[in-house]
């Protein structure tokens, strides 16, 4: 296979590379250097037709290395930093990993792979290695306390809802940034929008402070970001979107509620603000900018674009050539049904002409016997003007098996004399709007909650 037959990550960076960059808190690499330098020291070829694990410390690094390896290795697998170590062997014999690639390899000393690559900040190099192959992304599902699964795409249909979205002649180039990390699906979404549709790209870091991080993007100008609405419920708490005004925000991982919403609407009254569907099964399935929760029921059907979807049994199912083509090693279970549909899990209700999120199939509380979606209660009782976000679950009781408790976090400007009062009126909402099954026993104010790694509300056990 010739090069111009690849599809491959480096022969789409696009135009005007000299004006385009991607940055970390530390460093600031000019695009137009991926053409002449290497952050494998010049060892790419090395890597030709091999299984590679990606393991960096910091998102800057994975960034450069990915662009490189892609084209060449056979496949490449992702670690997020958040990976637990003691899945590590299973990952690596999963995925085939023969080759690894790190700015840490005394991390990887006795795990059994021969062929360690260390890498760094670019260097000139003689030659750059050619694009060979179509490489295998792999990246893993997040949510799972055990071994997570294994995910794989193409370059290509990672690629699917990007391809043409690039600025017009004489257009400001976009700078693109986000909360999520580039090695889990989300994050790599918006990496490679700025790669592949001719913007720059400001990525996070794990050490910094929500101020100084909004401030980093501030000073650099971001236009473009996205984030779970867990993410910007975090930073509308902070009171740090003061001066910030990107013109694109986009929600993703999460149900986008219309607190939610309506929040960053008010915070950002010149910006598009909307949210997309994915998974890292299912892929880029659509994108909602009316300002609503929920989509509408004309997204539904075959034959209407990029995407077919419907809903089997309350589950929204996916098919398109921008899913992943499968799982692999032992959890290499069929990904879609007979009909080539991804069963996303997540549970849908009609009401009128537009589907709303319930929850995720396996999220269920048992609350007294019944099954109930913590989201649906949570989304009543963010509808509180003094509500930034909370949590709902199950605990126990002796006398019905099983009650709704909330935790409860409250805006900054609330009233800390008004919490009985609060507490009432949520109540009140709650009754009004929901089963009296789902109307929470108890109302906690917390100052925060917990989110995990790939930016979702923490979810745990009562």
């Given at each position: 296979m010739s090069p111009r037959e690849v599809f491959a990550l480096r022969d789409h960076l696009g135009t005007a590379l000299s004006e385009r960059t991607m940055s970390d808190p530390r460093h600031t690499v000019s695009l137009a250097r991926l053409t002449t330098d290497s952050c494998l020291d010049g060892r790419r070829g090395e890597l030709d037709g091999r299984s590679v694990l990606l393991a960096t410390s910091g998102q800057l690094l994975a960034g450069l290395?990915?662009?490189?390896?892609?084209?060449?290795?056979?496949?490449?697998?992702?670690?997020?930093?958040?990976?637990?170590?003691?899945h590590l062997d299973s990952l690596i014999a999963d995925a085939e990993i023969d080759a690894i690639v790190t700015d840490e390899p005394g991390r990887f000393a006795g795990c059994g792979v021969d062929?360690?690559?260390?890498?760094?900040?670019?260097?000139?190099?003689?030659?750059?290695?050619?694009?060979?192959?179509?490489?295998?992304?792999?990246?893993?599902?997040?949510?799972?306390?055990?071994?997570?699964?294994?995910?794989?795409?193409?370059?290509?249909?990672?690629?699917?809802?990007?391809i043409g979205d690039t600025p017009a002649p004489g257009a400001a180039i976009p700078v693109w940034a986000t909360f999520y990390?580039?090695?889990?699906?989300?994050?790599?979404?918006?990496?490679?929008?700025a790669i592949v549709g001719g913007g720059s790209m400001v990525l996070s870091d794990p050490g910094e402070a929500l101020a100084d991080h909004i401030a980093r993007l501030t000073s650099r100008g971001v236009t473009h970001i996205s984030g779970t609405p867990s993410h910007w419920r975090k930073l509308l708490m902070s009171g740090s979107v003061t001066g910030f005004a990107p013109r694109y925000v986009r929600l993703s991982g999460e149900i986008a509620d219309q607190a939610v919403l309506d929040g960053l609407k008010q915070a950002f009254p010149n910006a598009?603000?909307?949210?997309?569907?994915?998974?890292?099964?299912?892929?880029?399935?659509?994108?909602?900018?009316?300002?609503?929760?929920?989509?509408?029921?004309?997204l539904l059907g075959e034959g209407r674009g990029a995407v077919d979807m419907k809903v089997v049994d309350g589950s929204l199912r996916i098919r398109s050539r921008r899913a992943a083509h499968a799982y692999v090693g032992r959890a290499a279970a069929a990904l879609t049904d007979d009909d080539g549909y991804v069963d996303t899990g997540d549970m849908v209700e009609l009401r009128g002409e537009r589907y709303y999120f319930a929850g995720r199939r396996n999220g269920i509380i048992n609350v007294g016997g019944l099954k109930v979606h913590p989201e649906e209660i949570e989304a009543v009782i963010n509808a509180h003007a003094e509500v930034r976000m909370s949590r709902a679950k199950s605990r126990r009781s002796p006398i019905t098996g099983g009650i709704v408790v909330a935790e409860v976090v409250l805006t900054a400007d609330a009233d800390p004399a008004r919490a009985d009062a609060v507490r009432n009126e949520i109540l009140s909402q709650c009754r009004a709007r929901l089963a009296a099954h789902k109307v929470p026993a108890m109302i906690r104010f917390v100052p925060a909650l917990d989110v995990t790694p790939a930016g979702k509300l923490a979810r745990a056990d009562a």
């Open positions: 290395a990915l662009i490189e390896i892609d084209g060449i290795a056979r496949r490449m697998l992702l670690c997020p930093p958040d990976l637990n170590s003691e062929l360690v690559v260390t890498l760094g900040l670019p260097q000139p190099v003689t030659r750059i290695a050619q694009t060979t192959r179509a490489t295998e992304w792999l990246m893993l599902t997040s949510g799972t306390s055990g071994v997570p699964k294994i995910v794989g795409h193409t370059l290509e249909g990672l690629c699917g809802a990007i990390d580039i090695r889990r699906y989300g994050g790599l979404q918006i990496f490679l929008r598009s603000i909307g949210h997309a569907y994915a998974s890292t099964e299912a892929g880029v399935g659509f994108a909602v900018n009316d300002g609503l929760e929920g989509f509408p029921a004309t």
